[in-house]
């Protein structure tokens, strides 16, 4: 299982980005496809969950009503639309890949390379 993360950059607060994660090599272990992003000095963190079958939706509460999660099965890629940008949301951002257990607060298997995010005030 490969996944390629892209889409990150420069924008200005209150700007807009869409993240894309490529995955190749689905398994029954990817059903479960997150966005995870680690701010300089600070801890990983959840930031938006779903699965190919367009279930399972979930948000950070940090992001919610600005950030969409989305997923195109057919093109094997998921994607993260940004909107409303804050320099809080400055980070790398990450895609990840599991099973079913990611729910009940199990680990991802697999992860992407991150993307960088930097929102400018």
């Known amino acids: 299982v490969q996944l390629q993360a892209s889409g990150g950059g420069l924008v200005q607060a209150g700007g807009s980005l869409r993240l894309s994660c490529a995955v190749s090599?689905?398994?029954?272990?990817?059903?479960?496809m997150g966005w995870f992003r680690q701010a300089p000095g600070k801890e990983r963190e959840f930031v938006a969950r779903?699965?190919?079958?367009?279930?399972?939706?979930s948000y950070a509460d940090s992001v919610k009503g600005r950030f969409t999660i989305s997923r195109d099965d057919a093109k094997n890629s998921v994607y993260l639309q940004m909107n409303n940008l804050n320099a809080e949301d400055t980070a790398v951002y990450y895609c990840?890949?599991?099973?079913?257990?990611?729910?009940?607060?199990?680990?991802?298997?697999?992860w992407g390379q991150g993307t960088l995010v930097t929102v400018s005030s």
């Open positions: 090599g689905r398994t029954s272990s990817t059903r479960f």
């Open positions: 779903i699965t190919w079958s367009g279930g399972y939706i």
């Open positions: 990840a890949a599991g099973g079913p257990a990611v729910v009940f607060g199990s680990s991802y298997d697999y």
